[in-house]
């Protein structure tokens, strides 16, 4: 018995159901991040552009542009700059920690919520109080 025809449509298990779930949900992300580019005084088609939109939330965060190398090239590292840059994120729209947890593990839902909610941005990393 051939089971491959199952996989022939590249569904695999998911089916055109869980398909169109994946493009709703990254449609939504999308959106979610343009509008925060956009709330953040920076150009929203940044968010589609690969790379230049990890130097775009750099900015919004107030980091320098070398640390997309870091990201790139520096295994372990990348991953606690990335929650770094989440964090800072979310300081710079006046959220604290717990925010951050919410981006971080329930995004699909936090990150809408601080695109369409009444969240407006501070400045880089909250403009930080010196």
Request: charged share 10%; hydrophobic share 60%.
């Amino acid at each position: 018995m051939n089971h491959s025809s199952e996989f022939s449509s590249g569904l695999g298990h998911f089916g055109v159901g869980g398909v169109i779930l994946y493009l709703i949900i990254a449609l939504l992300m999308i959106v979610s991040l343009w509008k925060i580019f956009n709330k953040a005084g920076k150009p929203g088609w940044a968010v589609i552009i690969p790379i230049y939109n990890i130097i775009v939330w750099l900015e919004i965060i107030g980091k320098p542009w070398w640390w997309i190398l870091l990201i790139f090239f520096v295994p372990f590292v990348n991953i606690i700059l990335l929650i770094i840059m989440v964090h800072l994120l979310s300081k710079s729209f006046g959220k604290g920690g717990w925010f951050t947890l919410g981006l971080l593990f329930l995004g699909i839902i936090f990150y809408p919520v601080l695109a369409f909610g009444n969240a407006t941005y501070v400045g880089p990393a909250g403009a930080s109080k010196e």
